[in-house]
């Protein structure tokens, strides 16, 4: 099903009116190029980081997880928040120029689109190599904190969604999600390690609550965001 919303998603932005790019760095010169050329060095790009991330993954992740061992830090708190990080970063950075250039569109299109690609190709795709990896017709197993965590981020994914869902964010709203953000981090940082479920499902709760509130009160708009997202046509939403 996930997958399924990806590949929707997907067939739906590609739709879209194609603008005209404004383009700098790399992406102006390989601009340059001939068609077939131009489309040879991209398939090249994309081959050439995928062997990397072949080559690297399995010897990053073992090494996170040594170091932690090494120096009495938590396993689960690197994976969670440093792996990420690393992953994450040149997505952050892109958007984090679109943003200084005032691009706001292009800014929050580069992160709304990596949450989509995370939350359905990503997630959906990962039982089903678990499933091939392990010869086995299994889900993908979790365990409790695993479980709270995935709750926490799906909860933290609804309160963002329904800011966004208005088409635009203010700075009450970018405030508080970025305070909240950083209070679950910090909480999690100071209260014991036995009140940590506890203290996920606070939060989660909280983001959901917001999350509600913002339904209520643009109740009324709502509707007509959700048919222009799925069913309007894109000749229609120009106009």
């Known amino acids: 099903m996930l997958v399924a919303v990806f590949a929707a998603y997907t067939w739906r932005i590609a739709r879209s ?14 601009a340059c190029f001939s068609v ?19 080559l690297c ?14 120096f009495g830090i938590s396993e689960f708190l690197l994976v969670q928040w440093l792996a990420p990080l690393a992953s ?31 939350w359905t190709l990503l997630v959906g795709t990962l039982p089903i190599v678990f499933a091939i990896t392990s010869s086995s017709l299994h889900g993908l197993p979790i365990d409790a904190t695993q479980r709270e ?4 981020t799906a909860a933290q994914s609804a309160f963002a969604l329904m800011i966004l869902a208005n088409l635009s964010i203010t700075m009450r709203e970018a405030l508080a999600l970025f ?5 679950q981090f910090l909480i999690g940082a100071l209260v014991p390690s036995s009140i940590h479920g506890i203290e996920r499902i606070v939060m989660s709760i909280a983001y959901l609550t917001l999350a509600a509130g ?26």
Not at 38 to 53: D, N, P, T
């Open 17 to 30: 009116a194609a603008e005209e790019p404004h383009l700098v760095g790399p992406a102006r010169y390989l």
């Open 36 to 54: 077939a050329r131009r489309r040879a060095s991209v398939v090249a790009m994309l081959a050439f980081a995928a062997a990397i991330i072949l």
């Open 57 to 70: 993954a399995e010897r990053f992740a073992s090494a996170l997880v040594g170091t932690g061992a090494e």
């Open 88 to 118: 994450e970063a040149p997505e952050l950075l892109v958007a984090g120029l679109y943003a200084y250039r005032l691009n706001t569109n292009a800014g929050l299109g580069t992160l709304v689109s990596a949450k989509v690609n995370q």
């Open 149 to 152: 965590e995935l709750l926490l």
């Open 179 to 183: 305070g909240l953000f950083w209070a």
């Open 214 to 239: 913002i339904v209520v009160r643009d109740r009324r708009r709502l509707p007509g965001l959700a048919r222009d997202g799925f069913f309007a046509s894109h000749a229609e939403l120009r106009s």
